[in-house]
């Protein structure tokens, strides 16, 4: 296709000194640069601006030379598929020199360095993606992406199957633009190939997996994508489940996609999971807990139950709980609000200076007055607990057999329940 190029006049980098730096530096070099990708796209749709990326038609050792010349930091990043860093004004702008693919395996590629901008062009995911523009604002199309940005469509540059062949993570980063980007139905060659490769998924790492699986949910309305996605069998080729694309759509609230991947799995996720998408820690835990807890927040649950809750799981858990509780149809009558799980204000110390001294009575008579202070819905005080406690503390007259009554009356006891210890145990 040939260029169509139309001029921006308001992209920020137009006007940047340090991105002007960068390309000055290229252009003394004897070299071409232009914007590409992401933040053409981006600024010719008017949203907000990632990072700034460049092409250049200098090789990687060129462009090396030339920022250094220019009294730039220079990082070779990337340098064997052509990429360099440069840092200008404390602030890094990555620059790849034009490629054409050589050998790809669908996970990574060899390529030969170009001075041909459609051949760059050629070998992008999508159209809208191999947009360039020059300092002065010209945008370069090889590939017809304007049309395609301003339109809501995101289509293959070429052909869809060979794009996927070479990297099978575009098949994901495909739903992911289309949730991000897309307008209406996708593109429907793009889709076909897309159900053709999802067996492929299974090659890829777990952390791509991840990576893009993320950015798609953190989209502001994943749900008719992910719907796409398991009529394609590609959800369940990322997942292992095809996810409940319905309860996705009912969950309320900001984006947040560690919750909104809970939402999808329900109360069964799969084991293997957390495993074969690399999570963290932290997201393993989150989910754990969302699964286990799931039925956690009842119909019509009060404020009391929901503090108990947040008590219990902390308050992040029993906002999620409640969320998720809202899309099966289990809404609780009241909300948190404002209020903040407390800590329990009485320690082991406490006890042992009343003349509590044995281990395991320090325990339970603790435990006690947890569960006595939670069932008052948090109310009774240091002073109020101290008390309670005075009148609970084992007896210092031992009972015939080396026994001695302790009386800690509870919630969980009953009033006037008594447990019976062995004198010495736990000293």
Not at 334 to 340: E, K, S, V, Y
Request: hydrophobic share 40%.
């Amino acid at each position: 296709m040939v260029d169509r190029p139309t001029r921006l006049s308001d992209a920020p980098w137009l006007s940047d000194p340090a991105a002007g730096r960068v390309m000055a530096a290229l252009s003394n070099a004897g070299g071409e640069g232009r914007f590409v990708g992401g933040c053409v796209r981006d600024a010719l749709l008017k949203r907000p601006l990632g990072d700034i990326d460049i092409a250049t038609t200098l090789t990687p050792d060129r462009t090396l030379a030339a920022l250094k010349a220019a009294g730039l930091k220079a990082v070779p990043t990337g340098i064997d598929h052509g990429t360099v860093t440069a840092v200008a004004d404390h602030r890094p702008f990555e620059i790849t020199t034009l490629r054409r693919d050589v050998e790809t395996d669908g996970r990574r590629a060899r390529v030969a360095f170009t001075d041909n901008w459609a051949e760059d062009a050629s070998r992008r995911d999508f159209t809208m993606n191999a947009l360039y523009a020059d300092i002065g604002g010209v945008l370069h199309d090889p590939a017809g992406g304007i049309d395609d940005a301003l339109a809501g469509r995101v289509r293959f540059v070429g052909d869809a199957d060979r794009r996927i062949a070479e990297d099978v993570l575009r098949l994901l980063r495909f739903f992911r633009f289309h949730a991000w980007y897309g307008k209406g139905a996708p593109d429907p060659d793009a889709l076909a190939a897309c159900a053709r490769a999802a067996p492929l998924l299974s090659t890829l790492s777990g952390e791509r997996v991840r990576a893009e699986l993320l950015k798609l949910l953190s989209a502001p309305d994943p749900a008719p994508v992910w719907r796409r996605m398991i009529e394609a069998d590609v959800a369940r080729a990322a997942l292992g489940v095809d996810g409940d694309a319905d309860r996705l759509a009912r969950l309320e609230g900001p984006p947040d996609p560690i919750l909104r991947l809970a939402a999808l799995l329900g109360p069964d996720a799969p084991q293997a999971l957390p495993d074969r998408l690399r999570l963290s820690n932290i997201e393993r835990e989150r989910l754990a807990t969302l699964s286990e807890n799931w039925n956690a927040v009842e119909d019509g649950a009060s404020a009391a139950d929901l503090r108990r809750l947040a008590y219990r799981l902390g308050r992040p858990a029993a906002d999620d709980l409640i969320r998720l509780a809202k899309t099966e149809g289990r809404p609780p009558q009241a909300d948190l609000g404002a209020w903040t799980p407390p800590t329990f204000p009485v320690r082991g110390a406490d006890l042992l200076a009343l003349g509590l001294t044995t281990g395991p009575e320090v325990g339970r008579l603790l435990s006690e007055l947890e569960g006595w202070w939670i069932a008052e819905d948090f109310r009774p005080d240091r002073a109020a607990l101290l008390d309670r406690a005075k009148t609970n503390c084992p007896s210092p007259n031992p009972l015939p057999g080396g026994e001695r009554a302790i009386d800690l009356p509870s919630p969980l006891l009953g009033e006037g329940g008594t447990r019976r210890s062995r004198e010495g145990e736990g000293r």
